[in-house]
Each structure stands twice: as structure tokens, then as C-alpha cells.
């Protein structure tokens, strides 16, 4: 069982930036793949960004491409995402992920954050 806590949203100005967290419990953190999501209102759950169990293979969404990046600490139990050049459109509740693979499909996690709100001001 793993347990997952997102930090560090907010508002910010466009062109700003922000670093999420996610806090992960239990012993087996570093055996499992990490994803970001996130959910705009009205909108579905979509993928933004993932990272193997290593930290040597990361994915992300065109529409960040360039601009975020996923990292993660084993030795902490924490994943991390950088999120710079923020766009009004990056505004949503953030979720992190684990599961067996990075993937981009959400149906492939198996443990989920509460979110953490992202808002971005144009």
C-alpha cells in the first residue's frame, strides 16, 4: 500500500512557475513508476508527465513538453514537478500517481493523491 500526498500548488501569474511535490509512504516507493495528472473543471482527467522507478526514463504530454519536469528522490519517497512558463491553460487539480510502468494511461495506476490546485492568472 502506498499512500500519496501532493504539495506545493497555488496561484500564479502566467509566465510563472511552480514546484509540485508528492510524498509517498511505505518502504516501497522506489519500486514503482510516478505520473502527474491533472483535471480541469468540465474537462477529463489527463496525462501530464511520468517517470520510471529509476528516474532514467521520463514521459510527457506535448502540451508541456519543455516546460515541466518530473524528477523524484528514492531516498526521500518524493516525486517531484517542476512546472515553469505557466500558461492559463495549465489550470487544474494536479494528481500524482503510482504504478507497475510509467504510463500514460491513468487506468495503469494503482495509488492516487488527494490533488493540489493549480491556478494560473492570465
Known amino acids: 500500500q502506498v499512500q500519496l500526498v501532493e504539495s506545493g500548488g497555488g496561484l500564479v501569474q502566467a509566465g510563472g512557475s511552480l514546484r509540485l511535490s508528492c510524498a509517498a509512504s511505505g518502504r516501497t516507493f522506489s519500486s514503482y513508476a510516478m505520473g502527474w495528472f491533472r483535471q480541469a473543471p468540465g474537462k477529463e482527467r489527463e496525462f501530464v508527465a511520468a517517470?520510471?522507478?529509476?528516474?532514467?526514463?521520463?514521459f510527457y504530454a506535448d502540451s508541456v513538453k519543455g516546460r515541466f519536469t518530473i524528477s523524484r528522490d528514492n531516498a526521500k519517497n518524493t516525486v517531484f514537478l517542476q512546472m515553469n512558463s505557466l500558461k492559463p491553460e495549465d489550470t487544474a487539480v494536479y494528481y500524482c500517481?503510482?504504478?507497475?510502468?510509467?504510463?500514460?494511461?491513468?487506468?495503469?495506476?494503482?495509488?492516487w493523491g488527494q490533488g493540489t490546485q493549480v491556478t494560473v492568472s492570465s
Open positions: 517517470i520510471n522507478w529509476s528516474g532514467g526514463n521520463t
Open positions: 500517481a503510482a504504478g507497475p510502468q510509467a504510463r500514460y494511461d491513468s487506468s495503469r495506476y494503482t495509488f
